[in-house]
């Protein structure tokens, strides 16, 4: 059975850090995708980082590029999102999900990942 586990999000004030952790079982990391989604009470799901196992290729968007750091550690099997300067406009459910990739490079597209986590709730006081 394929699972994401997703932990580390809690309380952090604005400016603070936090960082998540995604640990993945039931299949081989080789050839994956790993990205990290995020969704805000009334908002639209967002893709905000994914990263490639077989090469550490990374992709971020927009809104945390600069910000945040996706890394792979292949022998937990385990994926990082660390998060740093957090602002207000950074709470919301965060979730990890496994896909396959294609041109040695992930995509922030949902529809590409077949294996999803639970959430795990990020709040940013300001």
């Known amino acids: 059975e394929v699972q994401l586990q997703a932990s580390g999000g809690g309380l952090v004030q604005a400016g603070g850090s936090l960082r998540l952790s995604c640990a993945v079982s039931?299949?081989?990391?080789?050839?994956?995708?790993i990205a990290w989604f995020r969704q805000a009470p009334g908002k639209e799901r967002e893709g905000i980082a994914c990263?490639?196992?077989?090469?550490?290729?990374?992709v971020y968007s927009d809104s945390v590029k600069g910000r945040f750091t996706i890394a792979s550690d292949n022998a937990k099997n385990t994926v990082y999102l660390q998060m740093n300067s957090l602002k207000s406009e950074d709470t919301a459910d965060y979730y990890c999900a496994r896909g396959t990739y294609q041109y040695s490079t992930c995509r922030l597209f949902a529809p590409s990942y077949d294996f999803w986590g639970q959430g795990t709730l990020v709040t940013v006081s300001s």
């Open positions: 039931g299949l081989t990391f080789g050839n994956s995708a």
């Open positions: 990263i490639v196992s077989d090469n550490d290729d990374t």
